[in-house]
DNA sequence: TTGTAAGCGTTATCAG
DNA sequence: CTGATAACGCTTACAA
């Protein structure tokens, strides 16, 4: 029994004689390790949990930007011994069963978990991040001492977005912001803040709006801008769907993306160059992040010592036609001209 | 011990009052049943596997469609004692780690599985249908002695399609159709043929188009309808994400949606009203197909007796810009003139 | 109504 | 190098 455990766990003080019979058995029996048995002595489940907040009116899982974080943690995940555990933040029926997440985690021994959409002043999160469970978010500043964050350059994309529309001629630039709860909808805002400083344009705060991310919140937002008495020439939405949201409230004014407002959205989810026009946005590495929570968690799991790492990775500008940076340049001349 | 364990799992035969004491202890100590040890003893897991094909090109997690229907077995899951499993097909680089989907099954003692985007004829899938665990497939028509599975009613779907474009005039109708490969691709061929049939309409075999449900099969096979002698006033594609790649062919070539070309959609994804023009689609019940499917699979794994189903849920047209429908039908009358 | 004791399938610790 | 044996934390007879 003992030499058998010693097989499967590739130790090295077993005869290649012995090791071979084992693994003969094994295969004969269609033999399966089981994982239970193995959890309750060793103390580790291979499970890594992930929590994904659903609020009723918006399941995050449903957020494009979310389900390719998702895919590169699966990946990543997938390719070491861990399986993915999603987390419900529903409560269950019965009485004994676990019911907040640190509750599950123990439940289930889930040895490290990914945190992504979740509010964070939410007090579940807040126990979880506390518990000593290694910890990785995701467009979540979240810190503790077995939790860090991966999280895209926001101040930088903001920033590349405006610079763009500058370089384009707009100077009656606006911001569809993310939610301010959120360190993405504030480092984008600020961003976006500063490089309109730095390029010498007049900041108007009626042309800062906020949204939540999600299209409708896009929509009412453009539909206030274009009220507007000197309505922007072009708008900066901090994700890609409010930026098809604020597309539709052009749309159904009768103006046309981008020759009366141009549009630069954020995330580039997938259908972004589906969209008409297509919409110029700033990439995210959505599986990058996802891949890098989950290395880094992994790291964490494997090694107690580890200092629990705040990590950005770097965006880029995509050109499509809605922000008309495809087209000649004319007409950018005459809009800096009109100033 | 023994009777901490008869209070967490509610046996009738504990007084009330060591009952409130050693609910009392629980909450003191935080103490929370190891669902581990709990699994060894008892075989169950409280866990449900969820196998989501991901294929190199297109992780099938990111198809929007099987995201919804992620959401709706969250939920239905969620509110039960059980968590999700996300089961990954990847290799483990460890030799004594499970790989197939089984062996990982049997590893975490997972009580069902729920299958999506599978291919219906790998030999790992086979495996997983008739060890006897019990199954629900999405959108994969898998039988077994405790496999059954929840589709949308595709052909019914097809055919309402083609006869909301009927409606309207149209008589030279095109289908971008989904993989034969797969059920819904070929349920929804087959409702589009029956429906032109019973319409009177002339079936072309040149404009039927096999896409693979994702945006690029869409756009390349609309291409190739345009070039055709006698080319479609209208469309149906088989999936909404190969509308959009339908209407970006169409828009390329200068041509106009709804005006030259109606198209009518698949799904009603989430972004199905955010494109321009916005798609008219057949709806499916995307959270109710995930939802049912736990249901069911929970029904399945509490009675061992009970005979694995095949369920259908209805589709719904949504009428849109795509199509042309929302908009008087001056035009629609002049089309069918023209025939 | 409660406590005692025997497993569940592994791994870890010891002798051999 | 290999075989016993004691945990791991829980449930479930079985006794009391």
């Keep these: 029994m003992a030499t058998v455990s010693r097989v499967l766990n590739d130790y090295p ?15 004969k029996e269609q033999f399966v390790p089981d ?36 895919v590169g943690l699966r990946h990543t995940v997938g390719s070491s011994a861990y399986d993915l555990l999603l987390l419900n933040a529903v409560e269950s ?17 889930v040895e490290g978990v990914v945190l992504m959409g979740a509010d964070r002043h939410d007090p579940e999160i807040d126990e979880v991040v506390r518990s000593g469970v ?42 569809i912001g993310g939610s301010t709860d959120t360190k993405p909808g504030v480092d984008r805002l600020l961003g976006f803040r500063r490089e309109l400083e730095r390029l010498g344009l007049r900041h108007r705060t009626d042309y800062v709006r906020e949204g939540d991310f999600y299209p409708e919140s896009g929509q009412v937002a453009m539909a206030a801008l274009l009220d507007l008495p000197g309505r922007p020439t072009a708008v900066v939405a901090a994700a890609d769907l409010m930026a ?10 009768g103006l046309r993306v981008p020759d009366d407002i141009a549009i630069v959205g954020f995330d580039d989810i997938q259908i972004a160059p ?3 026009p297509s919409l110029t946005t700033i990439r995210q590495d959505k599986r990058g992040l996802g891949a890098r929570a989950a290395r880094t968690l992994l ?7 580890l200092e629990p790492p705040v990590i950005t990775l770097p965006v880029e500008l995509v050109v499509r036609e809605s922000s ?16």
Tied chains: 1, 2.
Excluded at 47 to 53: A, D, F, H, Q, Y
Excluded at 93 to 109: C, E, K, S, T, V
Aim: with cysteine; hydrophobic share 40%; net charge positive.
């Design 134 to 175: 290694p910890c990785m978010a995701v467009d979540l500043d979240l810190r503790g001492g077995r939790t860090g964050y991966v999280m895209s350059d926001n101040v930088g994309g903001a920033a590349l977005a405006v610079r763009h529309l500058h370089d384009l001629g707009h100077r009656r630039i606006a911001l």
């Design 244 to 253: 098809a949201g604020a597309i539709q409230a052009i749309v159904d004014r």
């Design 13 to 27: 003080d077993v005869s290649p004689v012995t090791r071979e019979r084992v693994w003969e058995a094994i295969r």
């Design 274 to 276: 589906l969209l008409q």
């Design 299 to 305: 790291r964490l799991i494997a090694d107690p010592e």
């Design 324 to 339: 008309g940076g495809t087209v000649n340049s004319r007409a950018a001349e005459r809009r800096a001209k009109e100033g």
């Design 35 to 70: 994982r239970t048995a193995r959890s309750l002595v060793t103390g580790r489940s291979h499970v890594i949990g992930v929590i994904l907040e659903t609020g009723v009116g918006h399941p995050d899982l449903q957020h494009p930007f979310f389900q390719e974080v998702l």
């Design 93 to 109: 029926g019965n009485a004994f069963d676990p019911q907040g997440y640190l509750r599950r985690i123990r439940h289930h021994r």
